[in-house]
Nanobody, 117 residues
Framework: QVQLLEAGGGLVQPGGSLRLSCAAS????????MSWYRQAPGKQRELVAT???????NYADSMKGRFTISRDNAKNTVYLQMNSLKPEDTAVYYC???????????WGQGTQVTVSS
């Protein structure tokens, strides 16, 4: 069973930055497409960014230019660097891993990001 452990959430002022991390275990990390999703109160979960095993990235339009997804395959870890944060970025951020061979997927437990002055 794949396990994902997120870290790095917290309270930040508007315009600030945070870096989230998600460490995967019990998985061949290199064959996983990793994604970050977020869910704000009263809203549906939405895709933030995706990175394939080879490093190809994709972003939701509202995050382009502010957020950067990256991965370190040697550490089985994916990151989300978030800059120029806005109050509307407040949400629980979830890590998602999809095995590209089996299509099996796993969610992390989520980490709260709050952007407020």
């Amino acid at each position: 069973q794949v396990q994902l452990l997120e870290a790095g959430g917290g309270l930040v002022q508007p315009g600030g930055s945070l870096r989230l991390s998600c460490a995967a275990s019990r998985v061949i990390f290199g064959i996983c497409t990793m994604s970050w999703y977020r869910q704000a109160p009263g809203k549906q979960r939405e895709l933030v960014a995706t990175i394939t095993g080879s490093g190809t990235t994709n972003y939701a339009d509202s995050m382009k230019g502010r957020f950067t997804i990256s991965r370190d395959n040697a550490k089985n870890t994916v990151y989300l660097q978030m800059n120029s944060l806005k109050p509307e970025d407040t949400a629980v951020y979830y890590c998602h891993a999809r095995n590209d061979l089996t299509a099996d997927y796993t969610w992390g437990q989520g980490t709260q990001v709050t952007v407020s002055s």
